[in-house]
């Protein structure tokens, strides 16, 4: 793959909030608005979209890092829409500036960095990890 082929790549993601999407019902809030855990996951989507079909077969990217400004909160019943542009790459490092909208009210902005890596071996360390971690000693 080229990497230069990928800045500029933009990718869409939506979703309509379901009462089970809320804070409230993940404990990670007291209120029926969206979890924040959805945005993130709505971003990653957008990302993902963004770069599927110019990734080479075995290649695939994982969350490295995440800046996320909330600026609105987001209820049940409300369709909102993301958007991420791939901005930048260095070291195997993907940057996308992404946006999620309710409508035209602006809900979140930040940034995601993506590391490129190749889909076997990675999975392969995450095996390898499971099965150190089920043999370590617990107290």
Known sequence: MQLENLIGAVGISHMVVRPGDTAL????GDMAILSTSFLITLMESACNSAIAEILDNGESTVTAK???EVNNPVG???EIQGAATCTEIED???QFAFEIHDGDRLVAAGRVWR???DRVNYLAKSAALAVLSQQAPRD
């Open 66 to 68: 995440i800046e996320l």
């Open 76 to 78: 049940i019943g409300s």
């Open 115 to 117: 590391k490129l890596v």
């Open 25 to 28: 019902a993940h404990g990670s």
């Open 92 to 94: 195997g490092i993907l």
